[in-house]
């Protein structure tokens, strides 16, 4: 058998951002981020426990625009650069769409659309002067199929999607590039309250092509390839790490009988 390692990416020098980067996948991709060389900066409404080493915090609601700038202009400040912006704060709680208040919806709405451009529209000023920028927003498969119980979300999610592939040509002349991660069934701290107990989750991974949920290292890895020279000509992607996707209900359905 053929053992393959996984390359180190360098990243030397450059100043990362990444929302909710205080827990699950954010704080993967902070850790990543910052073993590759970058000086990271991490945002949240509270303030953690503890951090990776290299990850700094600032207490901030990215869905207030004025403090998602002062975020962005705080790490500017610091290191005299923006490079990446990782948008990866997000998510919502199961709720059936004809009951969902308006505050709900517009609430989701904010966190999972509007921020990431709050984010990316205080960042330009500083990656178009130099010519240089990555940012990435972690979507969602909710995003790209049907998402009954969470359909604001979904829908949000969907609305990032295209935000990603307009800012791409928009802002492929001042250097930017623009990308987003579909991120599959992911294994996070919060697992059990969307897929149930561990034996539920063993059964939803060995449900899926590659045999089991993703996790943080993987959305991590696929952060650090977009935002690295490897991908200097991916721009207004949707990248896929979700396994190999989710298998047709119907299948099982239709050998039940």
């Known amino acids: 058998m053929v053992k393959i390692t996984k390359s180190r990416i360098e990243l030397a020098g450059q100043t990362a951002l990444v929302t909710g980067g205080t827990r699950g996948l954010g704080r993967d991709v902070a850790s990543r981020l910052a073993e590759a060389g970058c000086d990271v900066f991490v945002?949240?409404?509270?303030?953690?426990?503890?951090?990776?080493?290299?990850?700094?915090?600032?207490?901030?609601?990215?869905?207030?625009?004025?403090?998602?700038?002062?975020?962005?202009?705080?790490?500017?400040?610091?290191?005299?650069?923006?490079?990446?912006?990782?948008?990866?704060?997000?998510?919502?709680p199961p709720h059936e769409a004809a009951t969902a208040s308006s505050r709900f919806a517009e609430a989701l709405v904010r966190l999972n659309m509007l921020a990431p451009l709050y984010m990316a529209q205080a960042a330009h000023p500083y990656m178009a002067k130099a010519k240089y920028g990555c940012i990435v927003n972690i979507a969602s498969v909710s995003g790209a199929r049907p998402s009954p119980e969470t359909a604001v979300y979904g829908a949000a999610k969907a609305g990032l999607l295209n935000l990603t592939q307009s800012l791409a040509q928009e802002w492929g002349k001042d250097g930017i590039r623009v990308n987003a991660i579909i991120a599959g069934l992911m294994s996070t701290e919060n697992a059990e309250a969307?897929?149930?107990?561990?034996?539920?989750?063993?059964?939803?991974?060995?449900?899926?092509?590659?045999?089991?949920?993703?996790?943080?290292?993987?959305?991590?890895?696929?952060?650090?390839?977009?935002?690295?020279?490897?991908?200097?000509?991916?721009?207004?992607?949707?990248?896929?790490?979700?396994?190999?996707?989710?298998?047709?209900?119907?299948?099982?359905?239709?050998?039940?009988?």
């Open 43 to 92: 945002c949240g409404r509270n303030a953690p426990e503890s951090l990776p080493e290299g990850v700094h915090f600032s207490t901030c609601d990215v869905r207030d625009p004025q403090q998602a700038a002062a975020f962005v202009n705080e790490a500017a400040l610091k290191t005299g650069r923006v490079d990446i912006i990782v948008n990866n704060a997000g998510g919502s």
């Open 194 to 257: 969307t897929y149930g107990n561990a034996g539920a989750q063993v059964k939803v991974g060995a449900s899926m092509p590659l045999g089991r949920m993703g996790t943080g290292d993987d959305i991590a890895g696929a952060v650090l390839w977009l935002c690295s020279d490897l991908a200097e000509w991916v721009s207004g992607a949707r990248v896929q790490v979700d396994g190999g996707g989710e298998r047709p209900y119907f299948l099982e359905l239709v050998r039940g009988n």
